[in-house]
DNA sequence: TCATTTTGACTACAAGTGTAATCTCAGATC
DNA sequence: GATCTGAGATTACACTTGTAGTCAAAATGA
């Protein structure tokens, strides 16, 4: 799997923004959150075609960068990789872990009704 | 925040196991779970001392480490910056994604209703 | 007592990461 | 057409990480 470092994946984030973006797009929209000279960004979008992580299509003489993974995607998938590291694999426990110091919304409790509803349904076939 | 890489996490799970306890043990333990020269683990030591998330005493010639740092501790503050960096700090997304292709067990599901009534039983004052 | 073993300290070295600066060349400008 | 400019390519450099090897001193065994 694609291994993204930190930076690179704010670089990603501003990718996954919308697409395919110039090289200056990804700039502007990178300096509403970061401070980063427009030459470091440059070298994360090399490293990132690098690792195939983004391609890119020359029009001309600019480049149309693009995602070729999905946001979701790798967000579980680390997440995954985490709750496997931590929990042994379970995710309960870190949502009742998270829960004990962090403010869940009603919004958030639907959700889970609805994973532990979902659950349910397939329990009963 | 003391960050672990995932060798010093690995290191770190075999000192929670049980300590204080001295660099042969640990050694010891990891012989299980990784093919580590001693050497290796021993640097591995030596950085998590320098990171302080390692203390030790001399017993004479030998060193008894101890974790300065709890692994819940650690892992939940480390779950919550993925949470955070990924999910926008909520952690509804994450469960319903990851419900979406692991199987849940009765057991996260009576703890995930755990934490809904929980958080009722706060809302009904 | 002298060699051997073992432990922690120090050193090594390539790959990855954060954070750019310099080089090169095609297109825009005068 | 000569020059400037901005884009991508290449190079830089210190710090971290994975993965040990070497060194010095103490304990141990013969």
Redesign the interface.
């Known amino acids: 799997m694609i291994e993204l470092s930190k930076a690179e ?1 704010e670089v990603m984030e501003a990718l996954w923004q919308g697409h395919p973006a110039k090289s200056s797009e990804i700039i502007e929209r990178l300096s509403d959150d970061t401070q980063w000279h427009d030459k470091t960004i440059k070298t994360l979008l090399g490293r990132l075609v690098k690792k195939q992580a983004v391609s890119f299509e020359k029009q001309g003489r600019l480049y149309q960068y693009s995602p070729t993974i999905g946001r ?1 995607d790798y ?2 998938k ?3 990789n ?2 496997q ?3 042994s ?11 004990k ?2 403010q ?2 009603q ?3 639907n ?6 509803k ?3 349904d397939q329990q009963g076939k």
Chains 1, 2 share one sequence.
């Open positions: 994946f979701d967000t579980l680390q997440s995954k985490l709750i590291r931590f929990f694999g379970r995710i309960a426990p870190l949502v009742s872990g998270f829960a110091t962090e869940l919304s919004q958030d409790i959700e889970l009704k609805a994973v532990i979902e659950w349910e």
